[in-house]
């Protein structure tokens, strides 16, 4: 017998026999062990070491070997340093996003976010319309891969002008719907023009697709036309993103004027419009008409999502595209995730065929009107020294400019010490922001009274930074 697999062996067989002993226990002598397994001393001699390597035994000179105490050695903790190497350069950064979507604890009141509260959402009307579409036939079925031909004409008429079912292909909610449009329109290392301020989800999305955002100022009525002209002959992008309708996060809406000045920029440029008309539901009082309606020529790439104003868990947008481009937004849609859930579209249509779409959207409306009215009375009691950057005709922020001396920051901080969270404004921009900024959100808080004590909260905070 070979001595190294006789010594593995033996060392096997006194490993179980040490398993079996309690601690302090003796182990038959040398002499006991040969005789019993017809080993050499050496055989013996080794094995034991091998034991004692391990700390199961402990041996004593004259007196034999001994049972340890054994401990489980630890496992030793994986070394993941390698992947910082070979993961190079972070593409996918969520900070933004991912501040925006935190749940507050309890205690906690939220002046940030982009849904619905709980209690405003649809939610009887949503699991009953989602009831009738899961016993609708063939709804597990693959559905057709731009989507369900009822639920894309319904989108077309939304948006109504010359767009068709045909012009219109169903994605997984208006961040989706992004991520399609800069990955279909704009190649790697192009730059994509962006409103500065601007949703910061949107420029996640840009530089996942490897796209280096530019910003274009904004004031009071959105995106400057002139500006952005200049911008698309610096950079010759070839993709500018708007949200022409209560701009996020300022609040602006642009002119009828201005919109087609817009396009008429981006058709000189041979450039499209991505327009994210997110708040099409949230708006008070008549507003002009989506670009895309404006549109003749496929300059405009319009999305028009169903999350804002239902739950954020609807993920159903319609994405509106003609020519060249549409086919290129299919060929991402269907390589990424193949096609949308077909329950989750019927439910989606489901909901918006019924009568309570329509009775869930006034009473949105006339929430937006009673909460921003209270958030801006709040502000003016609690935070006069903060300036409120425009009035809105909806939405769900205000944009607030603070004291030239805030440190942003700190602010963030200190709020979130005192129960409130509020979103600091760094994050909207695509380079460095002009001063602190702040948005607000009134439609996170459950209650008006919540709401109050959000913002008496935030003024708290931002008194205890004064010098």
């Given at each position: 017998?070979?001595?190294?697999?006789?010594?593995?062996?033996?060392?096997?067989?006194?490993?179980?026999?040490?398993?079996?002993?309690?601690?302090?226990?003796?182990?038959?002598?040398?002499?006991?062990?040969?005789?019993?397994?017809?080993?050499?001393p050496?055989?013996?001699?080794?094995?034991?070491?091998?034991?004692?390597?391990?700390?199961?035994?402990?041996?004593?000179?004259?007196?034999?070997?001994?049972?340890?105490?054994?401990?489980?050695?630890?496992?030793?903790?994986?070394?993941?340093?390698?992947?910082?190497?070979?993961?190079?350069?972070?593409?996918?950064?969520?900070s933004?996003?991912?501040?925006?979507?935190?749940?507050?604890?309890?205690?906690?009141?939220?002046?940030?976010?982009?849904?619905l509260?709980?209690?405003?959402?649809?939610?009887?009307?949503?699991?009953?319309?989602?009831?009738r579409?899961?016993?609708?036939?063939?709804?597990?079925?693959?559905?057709?891969?731009?989507?369900?031909?009822?639920?894309?004409?319904?989108?077309?008429?939304?948006?109504?002008?010359?767009?068709?079912?045909?012009?219109v292909?169903?994605?997984?909610?208006?961040?989706?719907?992004?991520?399609?449009?800069?990955?279909?329109?704009?190649?790697?290392?192009?730059?994509?023009?962006?409103?500065?301020?601007?949703?910061?989800?949107?420029?996640?999305?840009?530089?996942?697709?490897?796209?280096?955002?530019?910003?274009?100022?904004?004031?009071?009525?959105?995106?400057?036309?002139?500006?952005?002209?200049?911008?698309?002959?610096?950079?010759?992008?070839?993709?500018?993103?708007?949200?022409?309708?209560?701009?996020?996060?300022?609040?602006?809406t642009?002119?009828?004027?201005?919109?087609?000045?817009?396009l008429?920029?981006?058709?000189?440029?041979?450039?499209?419009?991505?327009?994210?008309?997110?708040?099409?539901?949230?708006?008070?009082?008549?507003?002009?008409?989506?670009?895309?309606?404006?549109?003749?020529?496929?300059t405009?790439?319009?999305?028009?999502?169903?999350?804002?104003?239902?739950?954020?868990?609807?993920?159903?947008?319609?994405?509106?595209?003609?020519?060249?481009?549409?086919?290129?937004?299919?060929?991402?849609?269907?390589?990424?995730?193949?096609?949308?859930?077909?329950?989750?579209?019927?439910?989606?249509?489901?909901?918006?065929?019924?009568?309570?779409?329509?009775?869930?959207?006034?009473?949105?409306?006339?929430?937006?009107?009673?909460?921003?009215?209270?958030?801006?009375?709040?502000?003016?009691?609690?935070?006069?020294?903060?300036?409120?950057?425009?009035?809105?005709?909806?939405?769900?922020?205000?944009?607030?400019?603070?004291?030239?001396?805030?440190?942003?920051?700190?602010?963030?901080?200190?709020?979130?010490?005192e129960?409130?969270?509020?979103?600091?404004?760094?994050?909207?921009?695509?380079?460095?922001?002009?001063?602190?900024?702040?948005?607000?959100?009134?439609?996170?808080?459950?209650?008006?009274?919540?709401?109050?004590?959000?913002?008496?909260?935030?003024?708290?905070?931002?008194?205890?930074?004064?010098?």
């Amino acid at each position: 017998m070979n001595d190294d697999s006789s010594i593995v062996r033996l060392a096997a067989i006194l490993r179980k026999e040490v398993e079996k002993s309690r601690p302090g226990e003796r182990l038959p002598s040398s002499r006991e062990i040969m005789r019993r397994h017809g080993v050499s001393p050496v055989t013996v001699s080794r094995a034991i070491a091998q034991l004692a390597a391990e700390g199961r035994v402990v041996t004593r000179p004259g007196s034999g070997a001994f049972v340890t105490s054994v401990r489980t050695p630890a496992a030793e903790a994986p070394d993941l340093s390698w992947q910082t190497v070979s993961l190079g350069d972070r593409v996918v950064d969520d900070s933004g996003v991912v501040s925006l979507l935190a749940q507050p604890t309890d205690g906690v009141i939220p002046l940030t976010g982009g849904y619905l509260n709980p209690e405003l959402r649809p939610v009887r009307e949503l699991s009953a319309a989602g009831a009738r579409a899961v016993r609708r036939p063939g709804s597990w079925a693959v559905p057709p891969l731009s989507g369900l031909p009822d639920l894309r004409r319904w989108f077309a008429s939304e948006v109504a002008g010359t767009v068709t079912q045909s012009d219109v292909l169903v994605v997984s909610g208006g961040q989706s719907a992004l991520t399609h449009a800069f990955r279909a329109l704009a190649a790697p290392g192009e730059a994509v023009l962006v409103e500065t301020p601007t949703y910061p989800g949107a420029l996640a999305a840009a530089k996942a697709a490897g796209l280096r955002a530019t910003a274009v100022p904004v004031d009071v009525d959105g995106v400057r036309p002139d500006l952005l002209a200049e911008a698309f002959a610096l950079t010759g992008a070839r993709v500018f993103l708007c949200q022409p309708t209560l701009h996020n996060p300022t609040g602006a809406t642009l002119p009828l004027e201005r919109r087609e000045q817009v396009l008429a920029v981006a058709a000189a440029a041979g450039a499209f419009v991505i327009e994210d008309d997110y708040a099409r539901y949230l708006t008070r009082g008549p507003v002009p008409p989506p670009m895309v309606t404006l549109d003749r020529h496929g300059t405009v790439v319009h999305i028009l999502s169903l999350s804002k104003i239902t739950a954020p868990s609807l993920r159903v947008a319609g994405l509106i595209a003609r020519g060249p481009a549409a086919r290129r937004l299919r060929a991402s849609q269907v390589v990424e995730s193949f096609f949308v859930a077909g329950p989750l579209q019927e439910t989606a249509l489901e909901f918006v065929g019924s009568p309570g779409w329509r009775r869930h959207i006034a009473a949105v409306g006339h929430e937006v009107d009673v909460r921003q009215e209270a958030l801006l009375t709040g502000l003016a009691l609690h935070a006069p020294e903060v300036e409120v950057h425009l009035v809105p005709r909806g939405g769900l922020h205000v944009w607030l400019r603070l004291p030239q001396e805030t440190d942003e920051a700190m602010l963030v901080e200190a709020a979130r010490r005192e129960g409130v969270l509020v979103s600091p404004g760094r994050i909207y921009y695509p380079s460095e922001p002009p001063g602190p900024r702040l948005r607000l959100t009134h439609i996170a808080a459950v209650t008006l009274a919540e709401l109050g004590e959000g913002v008496r909260r935030f003024g708290v905070a931002l008194r205890g930074l004064e010098p």
